[in-house]
């Protein structure tokens, strides 16, 4: 049986073991979730968490190196932030959107939902000051990754310009590499495993009750998610790839089942830059590049769960939301997406940020807190396929120019 197969499998078997234990009692889930599910999910979660900082780092300074021509490297920085900035306008533009004519709100009562202590997300002119890192060392062990990529950004390029002094430290790096792609092999073989607990787990804390209470926020969002996915991210494929769209996503299945069953973008990173250079034949140096700075500053998905929170709290309160501040929570959302870890759960603390730009109460975040982990399985999806999008995309782009990236990088990508 293939590892997908595992994985789906485990997915289902999960459903249902949720299921049955919360139709059998809180005292058995506890349990079951304290001594099996948490202690299984949570070994999968932290092995592929803890490969996350060393291959954010190699890669990219590998992606960077492997581009030597400064030009090349503005070129390709361009063309990754624009396609991230566009799709994610247009995500949270279909989220409002259906917000609006389907009303998931509309009747609606503000209920007592669960508690939830909102953070305060980092402004704009704070996060553009905190890029570049005084300790790197120290912003890698923090998990700070908008710094650990601008800090690996910085070493390739400068691994770049120093020519043949650096091949030792450029080895090293492709050797590192190897190394930890067969470190992600061997986590992979946990993946099953690891996906059962979670889905189990989560189902399991949920139950029916509190699902059937949000049914119509869930389709909205979920809605929402399939549109983006399949008529954004394949219109993208089909003009702009040349690839027919589901193909890709046949390709691309492994890693986003892995991100459905851990919600965390930066955790599936290390599965989903493999899957993209072997399946989807993506250039090491391109996937190196785009794909570590998507699962930071590119949440199609989480976008997407903002604006159809944002329009349905909204209706739960009565409160309408001119155009002004319609344009206000795309803005607010885009900008706050950059510099956001991808990690379980981080689309909540964004979603306070966008409800106190448009004065709705922050508090009403509980009333979405319920579904929220079932539905961040599904955005987190949506989120590394548009990395992989991005990705695939510019690598066929730049297929033309393809005497502009150093032989040796070329050969060196054939061991993936």
């Known amino acids: 049986m293939s590892l997908t197969k595992k994985i789906l499998l485990g997915m289902v078997l999960g459903v249902g073991v949720g299921l049955s234990l919360n139709a059998i009692g809180q005292g058995f889930y506890d349990v079951s979730q304290k001594f099996v599910l ?23 300074v590998l992606g960077t190196a492997g581009i030597s021509d400064p030009k090349k490297l503005g070129r390709i920085g361009f063309k990754t932030v624009a396609f991230f900035l566009v799709t994610t306008a247009i995500a949270l533009t279909l989220a409002l959107t259906l917000g609006a004519v389907l009303q998931p709100g509309a009747g609606g009562e503000a209920m007592q939902g669960g508690d939830f202590e909102a953070k305060e997300a980092p402004g704009v002119v704070e996060t ?34 120093i020519g043949e002094k650096g091949d030792r430290i450029y080895r090293l790096f492709e050797q590192a590499n190897e190394l930890l792609m067969y470190l992600v092999q061997i986590v992979m073989k946990f993946a099953p495993y690891g996906a059962f607990a979670l889905i189990a787990d989560a189902i ?54 892995v991100a459905f069953s851990t919600s965390s973008s930066s955790g599936t990173l290390p599965v989903s830059m493999r899957t993209a250079q072997e399946n989807l034949k993506v250039p090491k140096s391109i996937s190196g590049f785009v794909q570590p ?94 990395d992989a999008t991005a990705a695939y995309i510019i ?12 032989v040796s990088n070329e050969q060196s990508a054939q061991s993936y």
């Open 128 to 161: 553009l000051l905190n890029i570049i890192p005084t300790n790197p060392i120290n912003s890698m062990a923090q998990g700070e990754m908008l710094q650990v990529i601008a800090f690996s950004i910085i070493v390739g390029f400068g691994l770049s310009q």
């Open 395 to 406: 690598g066929r782009s730049e297929r033309g120019r393809e005497e502009e990236i150093p």
């Open 293 to 386: 700075l998507g699962a930071t500053i590119n949440m199609d998905g989480t976008a997407i769960m903002q604006g159809v929170a944002t329009m349905f709290i909204a209706q739960m309160y009565n409160t309408n939301l001119g155009l002004g501040e319609l344009l206000t929570v795309v803005l607010t959302a885009t900008l706050a997406s950059i510099g956001t870890a991808g990690a379980p759960g981080v689309g909540l603390i964004m979603l306070s940020m966008v409800l106190t730009s448009v004065g709705l109460p922050v508090e009403a975040i509980s009333l979405v807190l319920g579904v929220d982990r079932l539905l961040d399985m599904c955005r987190t999806s949506v989120n590394v396929t548009g």
């Open 38 to 60: 948490y202690p299984m999910g949570q070994i999968f979660v932290n092995l592929i968490k803890m490969l996350v900082v060393p291959i954010v780092v190699v890669s990219l």
């Open 204 to 257: 399991g804390s949920q139950g029916g009750d509190a699902l059937l209470s949000m049914l119509k926020y869930m389709l909205v969002v979920l809605l929402a998610l399939v549109i983006h996915l399949f008529v954004t991210y394949g219109s993208a494929l089909y003009v702009l790839g040349k690839m027919n769209p589901i193909e890709f996503f046949k390709k691309f299945s492994p890693a986003m089942i």
